[in-house]
């Protein structure tokens, strides 16, 4: 198998339940002070996630389960300003993202400490929900390789070169499919996981930045692609890049695959569909993953998405 290149999380193993389903895991309340332990400097110093040292050899038998399409609509819907300059729509070479529009805002970095104590940076974006505070990620960003959750878990907005021009908002509890982690490997098709995080200032993350919309079920062939995180042969990871290349034949029992060279850090970015030229807004379909040398790999978010999804939604 083609090495994989992404990855990592950290703190008391999970149990795996005899049926799968959402899988949460609290922050404990002397964590959530994670403001205080993310200065600019820890911020710039993180290293990029580590990809999982285990995956398991073969995908679930039904990854791609049918379910009828669920669009979650992203806010705000509609903006005057158009994105400027528009970004290059065919770009299978990771390129500084200058267009600005809503995804400026709600693409971030997300901060934690792994199980082996050390401190990694991994991406993530805001989506639009009922009470304004979920994150969407990836899996291996909550839990490492031996079964241990993550801490210290903070998403920073906007972030640009150790600065979080929107706050610092700490993660109060995460959700993972519980099909994701099994017989002590990682199952790269269920690499999802969501973040439900504390307000700054009294304003959800929704409520600060705006919230991207999110589509499960998606029944598109071959979507559209935008992929945009923070990795860390990008610019150094000071600043948010995208690849917009061409779909490829997926791997690893993964849905979505590009041709993209985004490196370690970039792992939980957002993968977009039906993305809005104008307002900088699209559905999310995906969070990139994994990666090869020069392909990178996003999830389906099907019926297991969702049910995680929601789950996030009514913590």
Known sequence: MTALLLGLGAHTAVAEPAEDGP???????????GDDYWTPERMRAAPPLAAPARTAGAAPS???????????????????????????????????????????????????????????????????????????????????????????????????????????????????????????????????????????KGKTVVKTVGGQGIRFNSTAARPSNLLLGYPSNGNGGKTLQYCSGASVNPAYGMKYAMICDMGGGSSGGPWFQDFNKTTGTGYQISAHALRNTTTSYGAYFGPEALKTFQAAVAA
Not at 23 to 33: D, F, K, M, N, Q
Not at 87 to 114: D, E, N
Not at 188 to 195: E, H, Q
């Open 23 to 33: 899988v949460e895991h609290e922050v404990p309340a002397t964590l959530r002070s």
């Open 62 to 200: 039904t990854p791609f389960a049918a379910g009828e399409q669920v669009d979650i609509a992203p806010t705000p819907t509609a903006t005057t300003k158009r994105l400027f300059p528009p970004y290059a729509t065919t770009a299978a070479k990771q390129q500084t993202w200058k267009s600005g529009g809503l995804v400026a805002k709600t693409a971030g970095k997300v901060f934690g400490t792994g199980g082996n104590g050390k401190d990694f940076v991994a991406s993530g974006n805001v989506v639009n929900s009922a009470d304004g505070d979920v994150v969407v990620t990836v899996a291996h960003a909550l839990m490492d390789g031996e079964g241990r959750w993550s801490k210290n878990l903070v998403f920073v907005p906007a972030y640009k070169n150790g600065a979080a021009p929107y706050g610092k908002f700490p993660a109060r509890t995460m959700f993972m499919w519980s099909g994701y982690y099994k017989d002590g490997a990682h199952v790269p098709p269920f690499d999802f996981g969501m973040l439900v995080v504390k307000p700054v």
